[in-house]
């Protein structure tokens, strides 16, 4: 009943910038830590970014710091993740989700989620 759509992939170049959205539906997103995630047929998914929806903390994981930004907004029960100085390396599908818990630190991606979206893809290529 729950639902998460991503949107925002597309073909860039290295050193364009991307915004990704995931608009939840049937529920909403303030109640969960939001976590952005990325997978490369063959490799296993990788947590990216999480957002806790009960004190506003934040996580990136080393690779994308300095480089891409988390953020919700709460009337359009919609969150983000800007995606600046965009390397190969950051080439994979992308995912948001619905994490089960209420805060937002290194170890979110081992917690159990919600809802997963369907995934938006974003190639960064010359």
């Known amino acids: 009943q729950g639902q998460l759509v991503e949107s925002g992939g597309a073909l860039v170049q290295p050193g364009d910038s991307l915004r990704l959205s995931c608009a939840a539906s049937?529920?909403?997103?303030?109640?969960?830590?939001i976590g952005w995630f990325r997978q490369v047929p063959g490799k296993g998914r990788e947590g990216v970014s999480c957002?806790?929806?009960?004190?506003?903390?934040?996580y990136l994981v080393d690779s994308v710091k300095g480089r891409f930004t988390i953020s919700r907004d709460s009337t359009k029960n919609t969150a983000y993740l800007e995606m600046n100085t965009l390397k190969h390396e950051d080439t994979a599908v992308y995912y948001c989700?619905?994490?089960?818990?209420?805060?937002?630190?290194?170890?979110?991606?081992?917690?159990?989620?919600?809802?997963w979206g369907k995934g938006t893809l974003v190639i960064v290529s010359s």
């Open positions: 989700a619905a994490v089960r818990s209420e805060v937002c630190n290194y170890g979110f991606e081992h917690y159990g989620v919600d809802y």
């Open positions: 049937g529920f909403t997103l303030d109640t969960y830590t």
């Open positions: 957002f806790s929806g009960t004190d506003g903390r934040t």
